[in-house]
């Protein structure tokens, strides 16, 4: 939860940006010209996302932009990832200060909104080069059996991600991504649900309120689900998913792995 300099001879390394007591999680800095303050996108610990300047002399922070990931400044403008697409909106260094109305520049580029990480990079001549999504666009939960077969688990399209298959076969636990901004029980815009499927309905069953909530494991027998988080873990009955309590607290990531037999 902290961001460090390291000298370019060797030197000790020193602490610009420590957020551990707020929760929020400093990722994939850029200094802008000057070398005064650094671009960083700040994770909360409800999962929402946020381009911040953080001042290098005082550590004062100001937001530049809501529910935008992997900010960073070229040529006079402020660029920055929202659900896919870069987008582009002029910036005045010196007063920190967006101007005008931001501009999508480029779809589908390969991100990672959970962390705020995007497959992009852009060179000091203007030259961008990125990976093209394929894994953003909606898919349906699917079975694959030892042949190489495949047929639909779940049929209602949706963005995916984490998914656990349940003991007995018949469930799956997964989250699903909405926005750039976080909903109940998200981050980076993800609501932690436990699917069961239904073909006549598609139904999706939502579990409670998951502060930050990301991948989750079933216990031996089914009844259970431990579910990770920016601050802990939690657990809720799967056949009461309307509660949610707390089973540790951290003020790092945790996440559940696999139960024991016993």
């Known amino acids: 939860q902290s961001i460090m300099r390291v000298p370019a001879s060797p030197g000790p390394t020193s602490v610009i940006v420590n957020l551990q007591s707020?929760?929020?999680?400093?990722?994939?800095?850029?200094?802008?010209?000057?070398?005064?303050?650094?671009?960083?996108?700040?994770?909360?610990?409800?999962?929402?996302?946020?381009?911040?300047?953080?001042?290098l002399a005082d550590g004062n922070r100001?937001?530049?932009?809501?529910?935008?990931?992997?900010?960073?400044?070229?040529?006079?403008?402020?660029?920055?990832?929202?659900?896919?697409?870069?987008?582009?909106?002029?910036?005045?260094?010196?007063?920190?200060?967006?101007?005008g109305t931001e501009v999508p520049v480029l779809p589908d580029v390969s991100h990672a909104q959970t962390f705020g990480f995007a497959q992009l990079d852009i060179a000091r001549n203007g030259t961008l080069v990125y990976q093209r999504s394929v894994a953003q666009t909606p898919?349906?939960?699917?079975?694959?059996?030892?042949?190489?077969?495949?047929?639909?688990?779940?049929?209602?399209?949706?963005?995916?991600?984490?998914?656990?298959?349940?003991?007995?076969?018949?469930?799956?636990?997964?989250?699903?991504?909405?926005?750039?901004?976080?909903?109940?029980g998200a981050i980076g815009g993800s609501r932690t649900t436990v699917s069961v499927p239904d073909p006549a309905s598609d139904r999706m069953t939502p579990l409670a309120a998951v502060p930050g909530g990301l991948s989750g494991v079933w216990t031996v027998d089914g009844r259970f689900l431990?579910?990770?988080?920016?601050?802990?873990?939690?657990?809720?009955r799967t056949d009461d998913p309307s509660r949610v309590y707390s089973l540790t607290e951290a003020a790092t990531i945790q996440v559940p792995w696999s139960f024991s037999r016993d």
């Open 139 to 184: 898919r349906v939960l699917s079975w694959i059996d030892r042949a190489g077969h495949v047929e639909p688990f779940f049929n209602r399209p949706d963005s995916y991600q984490f998914p656990r298959l349940s003991p007995e076969g018949r469930r799956a636990y997964v989250a699903t991504t909405d926005s750039g901004v976080a909903q109940t």
């Open 226 to 236: 431990v579910i990770g988080s920016m601050k802990g873990l939690h657990w809720a």
């Open 62 to 99: 100001k937001v530049l932009k809501k529910g935008g990931v992997f900010g960073r400044y070229r040529d006079g403008h402020l660029l920055y990832l929202n659900q896919g697409t870069l987008f582009a909106i002029a910036f005045d260094v010196d007063s920190l200060s967006p101007r």
């Open 22 to 55: 707020q929760g929020v999680y400093p990722n994939w800095p850029d200094v802008l010209p000057g070398a005064r303050h650094v671009l960083i996108t700040a994770i909360g610990p409800q999962g929402a996302s946020q381009i911040e300047a953080e001042s």
